[in-house]
């Protein structure tokens, strides 16, 4: 029997901000940001902090669909957390004691031991739970690539382009944003697949990606995306 692959199956020009981003699909990882329940979960961390997590949920259900493409699609989908070891041994001190929170990183919340690695409240929402074979790095600042092996993990599979969404928009995923565009890979990032607590910094955090010429990236709706999924 003979197979036939049109090249529309391997590439795909997606419409995006500033321009279309032209997707390589065995070369572009879906990279899920802290989907994780201390950030998005009513009583986690974050809601603890006074936060708005209804901002967050709001990803859920775009990020269940494109994953659910994603996947049927067979494309690499690669998962992150923030957190720490329980020993706090990779938390630096500047970070645990910064916000004079009354309760910090470390110490016992609501869902465990608050971001450490293990607990309840530091896994990914079931919504989103990774697959066996999904990769989860494990990180411990704000970016992805910072202190993990997910650059290695990318050159050894060949991927030069990541789809990346999660939360938060101004924070991890912008600064992961940023250090993959530095590395040499091009960013897409789905508007409605991000999200901030704080909705001006969700629109100019997106605005920062696109801007001058898409100086770190491109921005556009996860329709598109799942438009040229199939
Ligand atoms: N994942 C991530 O963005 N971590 C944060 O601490 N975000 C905040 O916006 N605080």
Redesign the pocket.
């Given at each position: 029997m003979e197979i036939t692959v049109s090249s529309s199956d391997l590439t795909a020009s997606i419409e995006a901000e500033p321009y279309p981003f032209e997707l390589v699909k065995r070369k572009c990882a879906l990279l899920i940001?802290?989907m994780q329940r201390d950030?998005l979960e009513p009583d986690g961390f974050g809601e603890m902090l006074g936060n708005d997590v209804s901002q967050l949920r709001r990803t859920i259900e775009p990020n269940r669909l494109l994953l659910d493409a994603w996947r049927a699609a067979g494309l690499t989908v690669i998962h992150t957390r923030?957190g720490h070891r329980p020993d706090l041994s990779d938390l630096p001190p500047a970070k645990k004691v910064r916000g004079r929170g009354v309760k910090t990183i470390g110490d016992p919340g609501p869902m465990g031991r608050i971001l450490i690695r293990g607990e309840a409240g530091h896994d990914i929402i079931p919504e989103l739970y990774p697959l066996p074979a999904e990769p989860v790095i494990d990180k411990p600042g704000?970016g992805a690539f910072f202190a993990t092996d997910l650059h290695a993990i990318l050159q050894n599979r060949g991927l030069t382009q990541l789809v990346v969404t999660g939360?938060?928009t101004e924070?991890?995923v912008n600064t992961t944003v940023r250090e993959a565009n530095d590395r040499g890979y091009d960013c897409l990032i789905p508007e409605d697949c991000v999200g901030s607590?704080f909705p001006e910094f969700q629109e100019m955090g997106l605005k920062m990606i696109k801007a001058q010429g898409g100086i770190f990236g491109w921005v556009t709706h996860s329709s598109k995306i799942l438009a040229v999924l199939g």
């Amino acid at each position: 029997m003979e197979i036939t692959v049109s090249s529309s199956d391997l590439t795909a020009s997606i419409e995006a901000e500033p321009y279309p981003f032209e997707l390589v699909k065995r070369k572009c990882a879906l990279l899920i940001i802290d989907m994780q329940r201390d950030f998005l979960e009513p009583d986690g961390f974050g809601e603890m902090l006074g936060n708005d997590v209804s901002q967050l949920r709001r990803t859920i259900e775009p990020n269940r669909l494109l994953l659910d493409a994603w996947r049927a699609a067979g494309l690499t989908v690669i998962h992150t957390r923030e957190g720490h070891r329980p020993d706090l041994s990779d938390l630096p001190p500047a970070k645990k004691v910064r916000g004079r929170g009354v309760k910090t990183i470390g110490d016992p919340g609501p869902m465990g031991r608050i971001l450490i690695r293990g607990e309840a409240g530091h896994d990914i929402i079931p919504e989103l739970y990774p697959l066996p074979a999904e990769p989860v790095i494990d990180k411990p600042g704000k970016g992805a690539f910072f202190a993990t092996d997910l650059h290695a993990i990318l050159q050894n599979r060949g991927l030069t382009q990541l789809v990346v969404t999660g939360v938060t928009t101004e924070v991890c995923v912008n600064t992961t944003v940023r250090e993959a565009n530095d590395r040499g890979y091009d960013c897409l990032i789905p508007e409605d697949c991000v999200g901030s607590y704080f909705p001006e910094f969700q629109e100019m955090g997106l605005k920062m990606i696109k801007a001058q010429g898409g100086i770190f990236g491109w921005v556009t709706h996860s329709s598109k995306i799942l438009a040229v999924l199939g």
